[in-house]
């Protein structure tokens, strides 16, 4: 059973930093590339970046280079998404997933495969 539990979100203030966690189980990290998306309120579902063991890390917005990195612990089944100075417009539940079919990254929601709930961040300024 292939499960994914996204964690970390909460509120912080303007220039801060949080780590959402995505814990996987019932995948190995070499078959599958983990992606984050997130839906800030009112807008539509949008493509943060993914990892994979071919690929490492990419992101998919100039403001999130640079802000955002992504990595795995020592198991490699949790995937971390650090986010460091984040800004008001960062605000919005992430979401991680995992793609089994084609193990390069993509921001595309629908080739991906399993999805966590969300965790919601929200920035004040």
């Known amino acids: 059973d292939v499960q994914l539990q996204a964690s970390g979100g909460g509120l912080v203030q303007a220039g801060g930093s949080l780590r959402l966690s995505c814990a996987v189980s019932?995948?190995?990290?070499?078959?599958?590339?983990i992606g984050w998306f997130r839906r800030a309120p009112g807008k539509e579902r949008e493509a943060v970046g993914c990892?994979?063991?071919?690929?490492?890390?990419?992101f998919y917005k100039d403001s999130m280079k640079g802000r955002f990195t992504m990595s795995t612990d020592y198991s490699k089944t949790t995937v971390y998404l650090q986010m460091n100075k984040l800004r008001p417009e960062d605000t919005a539940d992430y979401y991680c997933t995992a793609k089994i079919i084609g193990l390069t990254c993509s921001r595309y929601e629908f080739e991906y495969h399993y999805w966590g709930q969300g965790t919601q961040v929200t920035v004040s300024s």
């Open positions: 990892i994979s063991s071919s690929d490492g890390e990419e």
């Open positions: 019932g995948l190995r990290f070499d078959d599958y590339v």
